[in-house]
């Protein structure tokens, strides 16, 4: 099968990999240069015999609407249905509508009514959130209501998102581990694939500003059959039954990212995509074909039950100086080979590209990512550090406790 993925970036490459092991045909659009078979055509031009959308912002801008129209076979939700990613405000109204286990929240486009709705919230943190789409970073967590009232006057002002802040949701704080499940569904049914879990503060010990993601592994020790099919009962069928009800025919990724409470576990937010860098833990472990389960989706009829390797994965985010902030690009990354030559190690790239000698550099925030896979959690994680210590550029960013302690 050819397989046309849309994205630049670790996940579209997780991708790339895991589709590459069943001899599928794979072109990544507008990829990067440490993807093979990366090209810079529109995606609608591309023959393929499946269109696989990595990237948020193409799915809300209705991407794959528009491909559906040109008669392709798309795996992604339409514009519709990545409103539950596109929207916090609309996802949540979901959930309650569902009847889906999560946090107390409200809605607010206006400062006073806000800031009165956050006082009236007891501590010990503070949650405030962009409405819109911002790659990972509009979600502020604080123990300091002043901070917490501060976010919400320069988001509501626009001047931490611009547009995706004019809206702001606020909930109260969910206390207990947070793990992600991403389900595979055709618009009627979905299948779980391994829990993973993110690791998303900049620092280690889950310090500084929230990131796109520094790290992740899978499977999860304390998340077993049964709580995953619990899950599956109380947030992804229904969730899939109220979309329906509205219309929506939801045929692609549905990530729920969960909080493990006291009470049982709750929905923090919907993803309408593969997460990023939760795909690279999980996708290794997959031993059936990613191919054929996504086609099956993508046409409405998930025939088969996706099967797992009894192993462990672990993935560490290499970031350039600055991140998430302002970063310094251009600089020479060493010791790629010495790396991937690591048993069980497979490199994923992002921020790059090449210089006048064909040498990749950097270019961004998240430059690559190492992913190793092990018989289990410790030998995995040990095989990533051992492959990063081999990659170096000037300033360099990792987090050094990935899956620590998992």
């Known amino acids: 099968m050819r397989v046309c993925i849309v994205g630049a970036g670790g996940r579209e490459h997780a991708l790339a990999h895991a589709l590459a092991r069943f001899d599928h045909q794979v072109v990544v659009t507008p990829g990067n240069p440490g ?188 998340v077993g059959a049964d709580m995953v099919e619990e899950v599956m009962a109380t947030a992804v069928r229904p969730t899939l039954e109220r979309l329906a009800a509205r219309g929506i025919e939801y045929r692609g990724v549905l990530y729920a990212g969960l909080v493990l409470t006291a009470t049982g576990p709750k929905v923090l937010e919907y993803n309408a995509r593969f997460g990023d860098p939760e795909t690279q833990v999980v996708l290794p472990l997959l031993r059936s074909d990613l191919g054929q389960l996504l086609a099956e989706a993508a046409a409405g009829g998930l025939e088969h039950q996706p099967t797992f390797s009894t192993g462990a994965a672990v993935t560490v985010v290499c970031a350039a100086e600055g991140y998430p902030g302002r970063v310094r690009s251009g600089d020479r990354i060493d010791g790629l080979d010495r790396a991937a030559a690591v048993e069980g190690v497979t490199l994923g790239f992002a921020g790059v590209e ?53």
């Open 35 to 222: 993807i093979a078979g990366s090209v810079p055509d529109v995606p609608g031009a591309i023959d393929a015999d499946l269109f696989v959308i990595g990237p948020e912002g193409p799915l809300v801008d209705g991407l794959a609407d528009e491909l559906r129209a040109a008669g392709r076979l798309v795996f992604g939700p339409g514009a519709e249905g990545a409103r539950i990613e596109g929207s916090k405000a609309w996802m949540k109204q979901l959930l309650v509508e569902a009847g889906v286990p999560t946090a107390a929240y409200g809605a607010f486009d206006e400062v006073e009514s806000a800031i009165a709705f956050l006082r009236s919230l007891d501590g010990p943190r503070w949650v405030v959130k962009t409405d819109g789409l911002a790659a990972g970073k509009g979600v502020l967590v604080t123990s300091e209501r002043a901070e917490a009232e501060a976010d919400v006057r320069a988001k509501l002002s626009g001047e931490r998102f611009g547009d995706a802040g004019r809206t702001v949701v606020i909930e109260e704080f969910l206390d207990g581990p947070e793990v992600s499940l991403l389900a595979v569904c055709d618009g009627h049914q979905a299948v779980a694939l391994t829990p993973a879990q993110d690791h998303k503060r900049l620092g280690d010990g889950d310090t500084g500003p929230n990131t796109g993601g520094m790290g992740a592994f899978a499977p999860v020790p304390t």
């Open 354 to 406: 090449r210089d006048a000698r064909g040498r990749l550099v950097t270019k961004g925030g998240r430059i690559l990512d190492v992913t190793a896979v092990g018989p289990d959690l410790d030998r995995a994680r040990a095989r990533a550090y051992e492959a990063v210590g081999h990659i170096s550029w000037p300033g360099r960013h990792i987090r050094t406790d990935i899956a620590q302690g998992a």
